[in-house]
């Protein structure tokens, strides 16, 4: 079994971790996933160790993935890891490219050998090595970005709820605005529309990283999403809970008029 | 490959009798970390994961809030959390952009697991810097 494959051909959790393994089967079913390469735990330890041979391994799988680029880890550890390290392991949006990122991946693999992160381990009872691997994906520059419940998590009531900012999720993710508030029944049909306080955008740089731009006065607002837009989510909404189940917590982007999936995975509160 | 350079592991009390060989595939361990300047590397009270060695830029020390002293190339800090990955006792932050070459308990402990002797020596050291705490 290779150490580095294609996302799409990411299967096997115990080399890649749960996000990793989730895309691709998204990639597999279809559904419009950015491009990328899945790289098992053993790669990334092998190169935040400076492994000249795997280094020169993964840039040859990650250069024709289009620049810049989005790292993200990808918990390869007991089941349901992925969910309870969120928070724990790293993200990096914007790596320039390939030669970026042997630095990109030392930074995660020691996000998930942090003291941090061992505190937490301890805390929760696993005593084991911690193991990350990673997925690298072409970085979507979104106009709108943001979460969506296929299952309202607050009431459990069948029901979407999608929160939604200009810009990168992480604005949302981080909850660093008020975002934008919709909810949809499982028709589509849109039961509340509240704008949010979005004084904020995460923005890409062009020589990597992120920064925060703030937003233009007349948007702070304004709904970022069309009733099309919130369409289009509610059809994929449908597609993640026809192929992975009900009551899912789904990151997603809208770039140059396109909707992508960024992450799928199961709610780990669902109402009462 | 990572790695730092033995005669800096030389200096760290707890390898203070480990010969060169052993140092060596210690130094092996090592994985390098960066720090921008102002970030805290470790936090007094956390668990720790993993024992550094400053390899350029400088960190400050605090203990309870107070600055104690500031830490060098060449110097290292953290030891004990490979034996124990207990709490950590200071606080450190990078006082300039920080470049550190670390290893965790988790890939020092099955050295030590495989390797007797080192983990005879090291016991041998730790009773030294225990005796001379209680100023034996």
Request: charged fraction near 25%.
């Amino acid at each position: 079994m290779s150490e580095v494959v294609q996302l799409v051909d990411a299967s096997d959790t115990s080399l890649f971790g749960s996000k990793a393994v989730g895309l691709g089967q998204a990639l597999r079913d279809g559904l419009p996933v950015p491009p990328g390469v899945a790289l098992s735990g053993a790669v990334v330890d092998a190169v935040a160790g400076r492994d000249e041979q795997a280094i020169e391994q993964v840039a040859l799988w990650v250069r024709p993935l289009k620049g810049p680029l989005a790292v993200r880890s990808s918990a390869v550890d007991e089941d349901g890891a992925e969910a309870s390290f969120a928070g724990q392991h790293l993200t990096l949006l914007n790596v320039p490219g390939a030669d970026e990122l042997t630095s990109a991946l030392s930074e995660i693999w020691w996000s998930a050998n942090s003291d941090s992160a061992i505190t937490y381990r301890q805390r929760v009872g696993l005593f084991s090595r911690p193991s990350v691997g990673v997925v690298v994906q072409t970085l979507v520059n979104p106009e709108t970005a943001g979460v969506m419940f296929t299952r309202n998590p607050i009431t459990g009531a069948d029901e979407r709820v999608i929160e939604a900012s200009w810009g990168l999720g992480e604005a949302v993710v981080a909850g660093r605005v008020i975002p934008d508030h919709f909810r949809l029944a499982r028709d589509g049909e849109v039961l509340e529309r509240v704008a949010g306080h979005k004084k904020i955008a995460f923005r890409s740089l062009p020589d990597g990283g992120t920064v925060e731009q703030d937003v233009a006065p007349e948007l702070i607002e304004r709904l970022c999403l069309a009733d099309g837009q919130l369409a289009e989510l509610n059809l994929l909404a449908d597609r993640c809970e026809s192929i992975y189940g009900a009551a899912r917590d789904i990151e997603w982007a809208i770039a140059e008029k396109t909707l992508y999936l960024l992450q799928c995975r199961a709610v780990t509160r669902a109402g009462p | 490959m990572s790695g730092v350079p033995v005669e800096v592991l030389k200096r760290v009390p707890l390898f203070a009798d480990l010969n060169a060989q052993e140092l060596e595939r210690i130094a092996r361990l090592f994985k390098e970390r960066r720090f921008s300047a102002g970030e805290t590397v470790i936090q007094q009270g956390s668990g720790a994961a993993a024992f550094f060695v400053i390899d350029s830029g400088e960190a400050t020390v605090f203990v309870d809030g107070k600055e104690r002293r500031v830490l060098k190339t060449g110097d290292s800090f953290g030891e004990l959390a490979l034996i124990d990955a207990g709490t950590r006792t200071a606080t450190i932050t990078a006082a300039s952009e920080l470049v550190c070459s670390g290893v965790t308990f988790w890939d020092f402990r099955p050295l030590v697991e495989e390797n007797g002797v080192i983990g005879w020596k090291m016991m041998q050291a730790l009773v030294t810097i225990f005796r001379a705490e209680r100023g034996e």
